[in-house]
């Protein structure tokens, strides 16, 4: 492609090799997991001033309380603030919507901290290196590539913090900058082969609360009634939700009730997830999860709390077109770019709901994620960052 905007791209992007991966080291060495609320702040500030730098103004949006039930599983925290990043262009002015997460699932106080490079210089691991914060860095580099090249593409980014928890914060936000835009991509890391994923599942998370009446376990027992026995019949009938062959699941986990084993249990509470392929099936499930919610008369009594925000992201034509487009770069750059399936949700999935067609794994790639073992392939920076480049210019020329 000599002389051609898309080579002066790669050129580019193949420039900043070292820069990419130093500032990836120093993006993973900011603990972002847990809501951690100044590593966070830390990493946002790095990523838009970079942003500023290149004429994007950015607008901190208020996010969105979670619901009190969700507050007391692994979904912890107060709503971040996201921000919303926006470059102006011609034709298509604000074409383009971007959406990355600065958040990880990792505990800052963990022993998982730092990049750590492999021997040979060929992968790395380390917290969020590829899930996403290698992401975030091939982002930024082809913005400010096709920035250096002259591009003319409007382009929004948003930036939120939870979207390993769920998106319930931000999902407001994503849903309305979406519904402005003509094409959403994710930075999401590739599947495990290096695909594109080109249809997820839905995903819903539930509470399941039982309230009995507490009681002295040896003189007393009679008195009292057991919330853990009550929370274990209801988690039996949700063990026979799902339906495999259809591609529901219904997982649950964490499990807590009772105070001492000498106490009759008063209260005890699950909270799960449900994975689903087309809102049938999602109505199907949670019709299964309310029936199991009593009176309020009731002894025990049992009430099912549940927020099914991640509708499934089905295959739709304007989607398959702008993955083909993806496809035909990857190629034009020596590349493959295979497309799979999968049950794991993402915002793709909350930006497509909103109208938005949306390819969410064009990202790094790498493994390992949500572990201490999580990896990535280096050499993808400079690949993928190309790749992203390279497709936001065709997109900036109406080819798609």
């Known amino acids: 492609m000599p002389g051609t905007i898309e080579d002066t791209l790669c050129r580019i992007v193949a420039r900043r090799d070292g820069e990419m991966r130093d500032d990836l080291a120093r993006f993973v060495a900011i603990p ?3 809501n951690h609320t100044p590593g966070l702040d830390e990493f946002r500030g790095l990523v ?8 994007a103004t ?9 619901p009190e039930w969700l507050k007391g599983s692994e979904v912890k925290g107060e709503a971040s603030p996201v921000a919303v990043c926006r470059r102006g262009g011609g034709v298509l002015k604000r074409g383009v919507m971007l959406a990355s ?8 106080a963990g022993r998982f901290r730092e990049m750590v490079v492999s021997s040979d210089g060929a992968t790395a691991t380390g917290p969020g290196v590829v899930d996403m914060k290698g992401g975030i860095v091939i982002g930024l580099v082809a913005l400010e590539a096709l920035a250096e090249a002259g591009v003319d593409l409007g382009w929004t980014w948003v930036l939120n913090s939870d979207e390993e928890t769920g998106s319930f914060c931000s999902d407001r936000v994503l849903r309305e900058v979406a519904a402005e835009h003509r094409w959403g991509i994710a930075t999401e890391p590739a ?13 819903g998370q539930f509470r399941v609360e039982a309230i009995g009446r507490s009681a002295h376990a040896g003189r007393a027992f009679h008195e009292g ?3 853990v026995y009550a929370l274990a019949h209801a988690l039996v009938a949700i063990a026979g939700m799902s339906d495999v062959g259809r591609g529901t699941t219904v997982n649950v986990g964490p499990v807590v009730g009772g105070t001492a084993t000498n106490v009759v249990p008063d209260r005890a509470y699950a909270w799960g997830n449900v994975r689903y392929v087309d809102p049938a099936a999602a109505e199907a499930v949670g019709a299964q999860l309310d029936a199991l919610s009593t009176d309020k008369s009731a002894m025990p009594r ?13 295959r739709l034509e304007a989607t398959d077109r702008l993955a083909m487009a993806a496809r035909e770069v990857a190629e034009s750059l020596g590349q493959k770019l295979p497309f799979a399936e999968t049950g794991g949700v993402c915002d ?3 930006m497509q709901a909103a109208g938005l067609a949306t390819i969410d794994t064009l990202g790094v790639r790498g493994g390992g994620l949500h572990t201490e073992d999580e990896w990535i392939e280096l050499g993808s920076l400079v690949e993928r960052g190309q790749l992203l480049a390279c497709l936001l210019a065709r997109l900036a020329r109406d080819e798609v």
């Open 302 to 314: 049992v009430v099912v709390e549940r927020l099914f925000n991640r509708p499934a992201k089905p």
């Open 58 to 66: 950015v607008e901190m949006r208020a996010g969105d309380e979670r």
């Open 48 to 55: 838009t001033d970079r942003l500023r730098a290149i004429g």
């Open 225 to 227: 009634v057991s919330a």
């Open 101 to 108: 997460h600065l958040d990880t699932v990792f505990d800052p």
């Open 32 to 34: 972002t997991g847990h």
């Open 348 to 350: 793709g999935n909350n």
């Open 191 to 203: 599947l495990a082969g290096g695909e594109l994923a080109i249809a997820r599942k839905g995903s």
